[in-house]
């Protein structure tokens, strides 16, 4: 049951100012190993966040991250930094993540030489095998990240990755900044991955049709919670949620190849002040009187499928 804090940077009045948003509120995941799942939500959902927390890359407020059975969150030192190896992030963003003075064989070679995975001698070698599962020539591990197209240095940022030989890679938004004919070459490559190293992912992304795809399990998170988490199959056939039904079923099936979310009508409320109970009442079409006081607990639908909404309750 995780919780986690991000800062919010916001100009009021031109000046700076900083408020702690609650972006994660005691959520539970649970990833199995093989498995994808989607992270879907607006922006501002807390999706990033939770991914951040469970690559390491941002420590919880509250809650444990059981990787194999240690919490890695309670790990410092080496046997942290041991144990975040094998859980890697790729983002959206491959330029900002990539150092512009670094060639790329020094990008993709610095990890597994600092920490010993790979003996010295063999690194060149190394750093071409990585390029080429990533699709990418090896003569161009003598160049620089800027001398790449966007779809490119995704695919360096990946066999950077890859070179730590994680088992698990949280993916942040990884294809929205590319062109849609790359990010379907891009997706791809994570699935053949995925088949190749038995890869387990947890694919944060705001696009539908991607995350139905990909995923065989989709989480749906709505202002720092969980609200239902189904087989995806069953989950764009049927979402039982409120706000998953306002997501999905009012996108006709072609549509959700776009990238945005059909807008759910009303607006998305500060995270910075979430409506009491559950946090979609304000939007909800069903929100009775109960909805604006108690929090709805997630529970078992169906075997694998849980959902927080008080219809559930029996008798409702
Ligand atoms: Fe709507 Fe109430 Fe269910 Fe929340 S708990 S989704 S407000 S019906
Ligand atoms: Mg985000």
Redesign the pocket.
């Known amino acids: 049951h995780l919780d986690a804090a991000e800062k919010l940077v916001n100009l009021v009045g031109g000046r700076r100012r900083e408020e702690v948003v609650h972006a994660v509120d005691d959520v539970s995941l649970d990833v199995r190993e093989g498995e994808v799942v989607g992270l879907v939500g607006e922006s501002g959902c807390g999706k990033s966040t939770l991914g951040r927390v469970v690559a390491g890359v941002h420590q919880p407020s509250d809650g444990k991250v059981i990787w194999r059975g240690k919490n890695v969150a309670g790990l410092s030192g080496a046997a942290r930094r041991d144990a975040l190896l094998k859980i890697q992030m790729i983002f959206q963003d491959p330029m900002s993540s990539l150092n512009p003075r670094m060639r790329v064989a020094d990008i993709i070679g610095e990890a597994p030489r600092v920490h010993g995975l790979v003996p010295a001698a063999e690194i060149p070698a190394y750093v071409d095998e990585m390029l080429q599962r990533v699709g990418l020539d090896p003569a161009y591990k003598t160049r620089y990240p800027h001398q790449f197209s966007g779809g490119q240095r995704q695919r360096i940022g990946i066999a950077r990755a890859l070179a730590v030989k994680p088992d698990f890679l949280v993916c942040d938004e990884s294809i929205a900044a590319l062109d849609v004919s790359i990010q379907a070459q891009v997706l791809n490559l994570f699935m053949d991955l995925r088949t190749d190293l038995g890869l387990t992912y947890l694919f944060i992304s705001h696009d539908l049709g991607v995350v139905e795809h990909l995923s065989d399990r989709v989480v749906i998170m709505y202002l720092g919670r969980v609200?239902e988490s189904a087989p995806t199959e069953a989950l764009f056939s049927g979402p039982n949620?409120?706000?998953a039904r306002a997501l999905l079923d009012e996108v006709p099936r072609i549509d959700r190849r776009k990238r945005e979310f059909q807008p759910v009508k009303g607006e998305i409320p500060s995270p910075l002040s979430p409506p009491s109970?559950?946090h979609?009442?304000p939007r909800?079409p069903?929100?009775?009187a109960?909805?604006r006081e108690e929090v709805?607990r997630l529970r078992e639908i169906a075997p694998g499928w849980t959902s927080?909404?008080?219809?559930n309750d029996a008798g409702a």
């Open positions: 609200v949620h409120p706000y109970g559950c979609f009442h909800c069903h929100a009775t109960r909805c709805p927080a909404c008080h219809l």
